[in-house]
C-alpha cells in the first residue's frame, strides 16, 4: 500500500461503519441536573475553556430541555452559555445554542445509575464524557475509552478536563 491508502484506511473504516450507535433507552427526568464534563474530544467551541466545564439541565414547561453550560476561560474568567434542547428521538438530542443552528447530541454510553454518560455527534467530531462527579475512578473511564474506540472515536484525542475547585 502507499502512504496515501494506508492513511485512507481508518476514514474508509469509519464511512463503512455509519454512525456511531446511541444508548436504547434515555430517561430525561434522571438525564436532568448536573454533570461535569470529565474530558472531551478538542472542540473550537471550547477552545477558550481552561476547565470547571459545568453543564446544569432542566426541564421546561414545554417539554425542551434548558441547558446552561459554564467554563474557566483561558483568561480565569467564568463564560456562561445557555441553548434549549429537544428529543428527535430516543437518545438523540438536537441543542440549539444560537437559532437557527441545531447541534446533535446522541447518547452513546450512559451508567445505568446515571452517574456519567458520553455524549456525541453522530460525524464522531464532538464528543464529551459527562459525571456527576468531577472525576472518574480510572477502571470506570478506562472502559469508557475503550467503549469509544470500539464506535470509532479516537480514544488517544481524548482530552481531560481540569477541575480546580472540588465540588
Known sequence: MTAVTCHMVPLLTLLLAGSPSTVSSLDLHRYMGRWYEVARLPNRYQNH???????????RNDGKMALRNQCRTTDGKTDVSHAVGHVVKQAQLKVVFLWPFQVDY????LDPEYR???VADPDRSKLWI???????????YQGILKRIAEQGFEASRIAPTKHSVVH
Do not use: E, H, M, N
Request: overall charge negative; charged content about 20%; glycine content about 4%.
Open 49 to 59: 475553556c481552561a476547565g470547571d466545564v459545568i453543564v446544569d439541565y432542566s426541564l
Open 106 to 109: 446522541w447518547v452513546i454510553d
Open 130 to 140: 459527562l459525571s456527576r462527579t468531577q472525576q472518574l475512578d480510572p477502571d470506570t
Open 116 to 118: 456519567w454518560a458520553v
